[in-house]
């Protein structure tokens, strides 16, 4: 089981997401948590990482967990995904560290995306908050 931490960032009914250096799906931002961070602690840092930001910690609002097969790995691997909003930051939206693509996603680019991500997509286009 890989556990993940991710920002859900909506816009005019699109999603924010990213593609990695020599991957081929886009993935919500977010990552790995470090030995000892707290779910707050280890967005806060790969958000900053990746996209040079800084998300407002008290703006963070628990959305939900997701799990499914993970992207690129083994067959029985699984990734569980803790996702937050944060609609308060910091800084300008950039491409960094391994991201290497910046963009905003509807509902169609569903299949462009991993496994995990299809899910929050389904989950969010039910509540009318991803358009079509």
């Known amino acids: 089981m890989i556990t993940k931490i991710a920002w ?3 816009r005019d009914g699109h999603i924010l997401s990213t593609r990695s250096r020599g991957k081929d799906k886009y993935y919500l931002p977010g990552g790995k948590r470090e030995p000892g961070e707290t779910d707050e602690q280890t967005l806060l840092r ?3 990482e990746e996209l040079t ?4 910690p008290a703006s963070l609002v628990f959305a939900g967990t997701f799990e499914a097969p993970a992207h690129g790995h083994a067959p029985g691997v699984l990734v569980r995904m803790s996702c937050y909003y944060a609609p308060r930051y910091t800084g300008q ?5 391994e991201i290497e693509e910046v ?3 509807s509902y169609r680019h569903r299949p462009d995306v991993s496994a995990v991500d299809q899910l929050i997509f389904d989950w969010l286009r039910g509540q009318n ?3 079509e």
């Open 93 to 97: 939206l950039q491409a960094a560290a």
């Open 53 to 56: 930001v800084t998300l407002d």
């Open 46 to 48: 790969e958000i900053r």
């Open 8 to 10: 859900l960032h909506l």
């Open 129 to 131: 908050l991803l358009a």
């Open 103 to 105: 963009v905003w996603l």
